[in-house]
């Protein structure tokens, strides 16, 4: 694991943690915050306190509420990480009264978002840095390769995803081992321990739908009918899955026209090794009849993680009419809208007239693995 952390967050780290401030970095469970975390706090000067949310003695300090009790353990360090915070209760207040009362530089890790913020959210408004933590990307590839060796590795990503313990396995027989031991242990083990899941099974059910089901848009009720389930209830799990980091929500794209679709919406995974876990099918290319699908998921996650460590601010959706019309990715950003068709085969396609009709600062280009560096690097 030591050979794969974020680079792009050691480069800021030092800005980012700051006294008066908690670091919360986010993100899927096994995805290699803790050993991030810990790399780059043997880069820092000072005494530093690691703990994790399992500890029993930990939770106790932070559950009591008592500021004497927080200070005696934690007053003589200048760092203070936790890891799997969401695990302690109380634990926002306590960090706020560390923050508040001790010149201490506080980062915290979490696979849940959900449950993290909601302890954390109220008593430290004003007080925390967010960060989300994604499986490997090529940026980070490319760094250790350059662009070209990252690309030799594309059908490998493609169906094996960026999960760092993924990657520094040779032999693919033991990256799927990996996988499905991601799939059956770890991968959503915080929404059954939180949120009281009464039937584990369909929130595998539900993924496995939606996972022949990317780049389409995602009927509630047409799922909830194949797993017998309310619309209520189905909503209720994309809510807890997009909060686990399981999967992305995209809503549809629209500004002056009725014929635009809004009302429905489109899911994509974090990860395709994930994906292909779901569905038991680590098929290369050549022999797969998804690959566009692999190739949309594939550049909508690579994208998303570009967005986030270049720290480029953007609004994401996809774009398509009643009639047909549509473009794979929409990024609006600096006033302007930026529209991109995902084909793994290269072919000229001409934008819909209608969205350069209709929006005067919209462009439109095709991504296949020809130009796909410059899009997601």
Not at 77 to 100: H, S, W
Not at 197 to 218: H, T
Not at 232 to 241: G, T
Not at 295 to 315: D, G, Q, S, T, V
């Amino acid at each position: 694991m030591d050979r794969w952390f974020n680079r792009y967050y050691e480069k800021v780290f030092d800005d980012l943690l700051k006294q008066g401030k908690v670091l919360i970095i986010y993100g899927p469970r096994r995805v290699g915050k803790t050993a991030l975390i810990n790399k780059l706090l043997e880069q820092q000067s000072g005494k530093t306190f690691k703990g994790t949310g399992d500890d029993m003695e930990l939770r106790d300090v932070f559950t009591s509420g008592k500021l004497q009790r927080i200070s005696n353990m934690f007053g003589g360090y200048d760092i203070v990480f936790i890891d799997e915070a969401q695990r302690i209760p109380e634990v926002g207040l306590g960090l706020k009264m560390l923050v508040d009362h001790h010149n201490i530089k506080i980062v915290i890790s979490g696979s849940s978002s959900l449950d993290l913020t909601n302890k954390v959210g109220e008593p430290l408004t004003g007080r925390q840095v967010q960060k989300i933590l994604f499986p490997l990307s090529v940026l980070e590839l490319s760094e250790q390769f350059g662009g070209f060796g990252a690309h030799q590795r594309l059908e490998e990503l493609l169906i094996f995803g960026g999960y760092p313990e993924v990657l520094n396995q040779t032999i693919n027989i033991e990256k799927i081992e990996y996988l499905t031991l991601l799939r059956d242990t770890y991968l959503l083990k915080d929404l059954f321990e939180t949120e009281n899941i009464r039937n584990p099974s369909r929130l595998l059910q539900l993924l496995k739908l939606l996972a022949y089901q990317i780049g389409n848009e995602v009927s509630l009720s047409e799922l909830g009918a194949g797993l017998n389930l309310s619309r209520q209830s189905v909503e209720r799990y994309l809510y807890l899955l997009e909060k686990a980091f399981v999967i992305q929500r995209v809503g549809g794209f629209s500004r002056n026209l009725r014929s635009e679709v809004i009302k429905t919406a489109r899911y994509y995974f974090w990860d395709n090794g994930v994906r292909n876990a779901l569905i038991n099918n680590f098929n290369p290319i050549a022999s797969r009849d998804d690959v566009g699908k692999l190739w949309e998921n594939f550049l909508f996650i690579e994208r998303m993680k570009k967005l986030a460590y270049h720290r480029i601010p953007a609004n994401v959706y996809f774009w398509r009419t009643y009639d047909k019309k549509e473009i794979d990715f929409v990024e609006e950003r600096d006033g302007e809208l930026y529209g991109f068709e995902f084909k793994w085969k290269p072919k000229k396609i001409k934008p819909p007239a209608l969205w350069l009709e209709t929006y005067q600062n919209a462009t439109f280009e095709v991504i296949s693995p020809e130009n796909y560096l410059e899009f997601v690097l």
